[in-house]
T-cell receptor
């Protein structure tokens, strides 16, 4: 597709379960980013990929959060043992490289019961 | 650490009126500056960006922004607002030389009355 694609668009899960969120960036974009948007914290940076490596993962809030990117394309954000405070919209963005504007997907709305 | 302040949480304007959304940043040097717009249930759409050069930047949908170094500001303007402009607007900064790891302001929700 033409834009950044994220799936699922909505995810409801029980506290303590693991979840995987997927991001398919714009074709040819080497840089990929994850952000979290929540009512209390606004938009927070989580992690940045250049190719398959993550030079900046400083925003990951705990070791329950991890992300990987394979083939320089699709990325998966995994949250283990989910907590209620993980409820948020998780946004993915991509850019041609780390020095170009970021283009965002529509996000995954994660609700932890 | 860099920070972004959007002092107006909520703004209401009449359709056809002019608009200015404020953004102030704190950073040791001139950062990369961006304005994004978000409609309900949607991701963020880039309106415009400032990297260097001309301090008046033109964007999409008739928006413009002016970078003022002396005031550490990057205010967004539109001369005549349309009802479809109702959305949330975010100012963001990135470290000079790289657009990675954006820091966002808290956003300004724009309501347009007919």
């Amino acid at each position: 597709g033409a834009g950044v694609s994220q799936s699922p668009s909505n995810k409801v899960t029980e506290k303590g379960k693991d979840v995987e969120l997927r991001c398919d960036p714009i074709s040819g974009h080497t840089a990929l980013y994850w952000y979290r948007q929540s009512l209390g914290q606004g938009l927070e940076f989580l992690i940045y990929f250049q190719g398959n490596s993550a030079p900046d993962k400083s925003g990951l809030p705990s070791d329950r959060f991890s992300a990987e990117r394979t083939g320089g394309s699709v990325s998966t954000l995994t949250i283990q043992r989910t907590q209620q405070e993980d409820s948020a919209v998780y946004l993915c963005a991509s850019s041609l490289d780390g020095d170009q504007p970021q283009h965002f997907g529509d996000g995954t709305r994660l609700s932890i019961l | 650490a860099q920070s972004v302040t959007q002092p107006d949480i909520h703004i209401t304007v009449s359709e056809g009126a002019s608009l200015e959304l404020r953004c102030n940043y704190s950073y040791g040097a001139t950062p990369y500056l961006f304005w994004y717009v978000q409609s309900p249930g949607q991701g963020l759409q880039l309106l415009l960006k400032y990297f260097s050069g001309d301090t008046l930047v033109q964007g999409i949908k008739g928006f413009e922004a002016e970078f003022k170094r002396s005031q550490s500001s990057f205010n967004l303007r539109k001369p005549s607002v349309h009802w479809s402009d109702a959305a949330e607007y975010f100012c963001a900064v990135g470290a000079p030389g790289t657009a990675s790891k954006l820091t966002f302001g808290t956003g300004t929700r724009l309501q347009v009355t007919l």
